[in-house]
């Protein structure tokens, strides 16, 4: 090892330790600077930051100042309309009171120029000499009588012009129509329902406005139908009550029992009162019977029929019914039986007979002896006739309802030939006892023995002539009274019907346009009528086409919501009056000569 120190090695050396801790120092100056740098930005960040949040600060203030401004302003505007608004009231009550104190003062004015009137005319009747005053009294009296007379008068014009009338639609072989406006009932207010041109839909549109004519308001609706009248046989309104609109029928009873086939047949839209009218209707209650007053054609018709009866000899007619509903264009029997007894309905085919009528084979019938044996059997097969609600009419029938009453009268009259055999038989007994008739009484009844038709004696003589024995027993006359509750026509859109019930409503319009169809083909006389177009038309075509007196009892809602179909009814009574059929012939002549 050297014993000396190199100096220049000791120098390298010292540089070398003073350039390393140089570069040491550098090295931390520069991360002192870096540091700095840092420190700087996260200084020049607060700083920013700072200045934002306080910028902001400054901003909600400002808003919150401009809220208040505008607050201020808008409370400000309201209070002085406000003031505005009650100086202009204070105005209009200065200027209504005004009003109302020349309004008094006008009406005080006039009640004492009244008052003075009053006094004048007072005055004036006093002056009136007494027996002037009797005079006017007597003149005001005739001239009521002579009113009153001429009222009459005008009544029983009307009442031989309506009988003139039915004579010639009876020679002509009209089909009478009469129609009945129901009044408004309560179903027929719908809260909040739409109104049409500013008029209600449950005002009346529909009017009697006498006793055959209806007037029908079209003016309001957007049709362009313009207002019409309708004349029919009769018309009933709304006052007219279940017994007025029997009175008009019970003519066609007569004619039963005089040998004519009668149907009477209610036809309507749905909810039209068809039911009320053929049947009546019931209270709430819907197992209470039918009142009285509120009975309908069917009940008051089997009573009068009843009654008419009771007035011819006993045992001379006897009555069957049978009842039919048509539904979804199939007859049901509802008199037919099940084992238990119990009505049921079944179901029956229509047949054209060789003859061309119709008729329902197998069809069930019941001998019935008094109006309340056909009531009660009516009011037993009602239950099993379809209803169902809908948006028009809650208890809305289903299908078209037939009750047929059948009257057999023994010819010309089986008590009167009864009565004729046993006289004969008494007085055969009598001459064989005794032979002591007169002369004349012996020629005469020697020439009855030798002339074929035996007429009866017409000899003075007091003394009792055998009776010839009728020859020929003439067949029982039967006639038929057929008394139709149709179903009700319905726009499906405002009765709302669906599933099941939509079926029915097709098959009820189809029906009834089938029905109208045959009337139209009558009224024209066409050679072809299309009655097999449907079971109904099959069913009645003795009635509509053949020689029975048909009535069709037009029913008519009177509201505004109703005007379509109730132009439809009315247009289909218009129509049916054009039918010109054969005149109604009589079963037996015979009975014409009674
Ligand atoms: N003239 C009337 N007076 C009082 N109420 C009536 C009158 N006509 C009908 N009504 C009432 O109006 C409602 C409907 O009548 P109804 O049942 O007879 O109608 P409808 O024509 O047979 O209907 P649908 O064809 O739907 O069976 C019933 O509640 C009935 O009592």
């Known amino acids: 090892m050297p014993l000396f120190i190199n100096r220049d090695q000791i120098f390298a050396h010292q540089v070398h330790l003073l350039e390393h801790k140089l570069r040491s120092k550098e ?22 930051k700072l200045r934002h949040e306080r910028k ?24 002085s309309k406000l003031l505005s608004d009650v100086q202009m009231l204070k105005q209009d009550l200065r200027d209504v ?23 004048t005319a007072r005055n004036a009747v006093q002056d ?19 009113l009153q007379e001429e009222k009459e008068r005008c009544r029983e014009e009307r009442v031989r012009r309506r009988l003139l009338h039915n004579t010639l639609v009876e020679l002509r072989g009209n089909i009478r129509v009469h129609c009945r406006v129901r009044p408004i009932l309560h179903f027929d207010h719908i809260p909040g329902s739409p109104t049409t041109n500013g008029s209600s839909s449950c005002e009346a549109v529909v009017q009697a406005i006498n006793d055959d004519s209806v007037f029908v308001n079209c003016t309001k609706t957007s049709s362009p139908v313009m207002n019409k009248i309708f004349e029919f046989e009769r018309v009933h309104g709304p006052e007219d009550s279940q017994e007025t609109v029997f009175e008009e029928v019970k003519p066609l009873l007569t004619s039963l029992l005089d040998g004519y086939n009668v149907c009477i047949m209610a036809y309507g839209q749905t909810g039209s009162g068809k039911t009320h009218t053929m049947i009546g209707s019931r209270s709430e209650d819907p197992t209470a019977a039918v009142q009285d007053s509120q009975q309908g054609i069917i009940p008051k018709a089997a009573n009068e029929l009843f009654k008419l009866i009771s007035e011819k000899p006993a045992d001379s007619h006897t009555v069957e019914m049978s009842v039919v509903e048509v539904y979804n264009n199939e007859v049901l029997d509802l008199l037919a039986r099940d084992e238990d007894g119990a009505t049921v309905g079944v179901k029956r085919e229509v ?27 009516i009011n037993s097969v ?37 009565r004729r055999l046993q006289n004969a038989r008494q007085d055969v007994q009598r001459v064989s006892q005794k032979e002591w008739w007169s002369p004349r009484c012996r020629r005469a009844a020697s020439s009855r023995s030798s002339s074929p038709a035996s007429s009866p004696c017409h000899s003075p003589c007091h003394s009792p002539c055998p009776s010839p024995r009728p020859s020929i027993t003439q067949p029982p006359i039967k006639t038929k009274l057929q008394l139709v509750d149709l179903a009700g026509s319905e726009c499906v859109g405002m009765s709302g019907v669906t599933g099941a ?40 075509q003795d009635a509509i086409g053949g020689d029975a007196k048909l009535l069709i009892m037009l029913c008519v809602s009177p509201t505004q919501r109703f005007l379509t179909e109730s132009l439809q009814s009315l247009g289909f009574g218009a129509r049916a009056r054009q039918v010109q059929r054969e005149p109604p012939h009589r079963k037996n002549t015979a009975l014409k000569m009674k």
């Open 351 to 377: 047949i054209t007979t060789s003859t061309g009528t119709s008729e329902v084979p197998c069809l069930t019938y019941e001998l019935v002896r008094s109006s309340a044996e056909v009531m009660q059997l």
């Open 97 to 119: 009171f005004a009003i109302y104190v020349g309004f008094a003062k006008e009406l005080e004015e006039q009640s004492k120029q009244l008052f003075e009137c009053v006094g």
């Open 128 to 146: 009136f000499q007494s027996d002037d005053l009797q005079k006017l009294r007597v003149q005001v009296t005739a001239l009521e009588r002579s």
């Open 501 to 540: 019930a939509l079926w029915e409503s097709s098959c009820i319009n189809r029906s009834l346009s089938a029905l109208s169809d045959v009337l139209g083909a009558l009224a024209e006389r066409r050679p072809h009528v299309p009655y097999r177009n449907s079971k109904l038309t099959h069913l009645l």
């Open 56 to 79: 902001e600060e400054i901003y909600v203030q400002r808003q919150k100042h401009l809220q208040q401004r505008k607050v201020q302003k808008s409370t400000h505007a309201a209070l």
């Open 27 to 48: 090295e931390r100056i520069l991360e002192l600077e870096t540091e700095n740098a840092l420190l700087h930005l996260r200084l020049a960040e607060c700083l920013g």
């Open 382 to 418: 009602l239950k099993l006739r379809s209803h169902s609600p809908t948006l028009v009419h809650m208890d809305s029938s289903r299908s078209h309802f037939i009750v047929t009453l059948t009257v057999t009268s023994k010819s010309p009259d089986a008590l009167a030939l009864a």
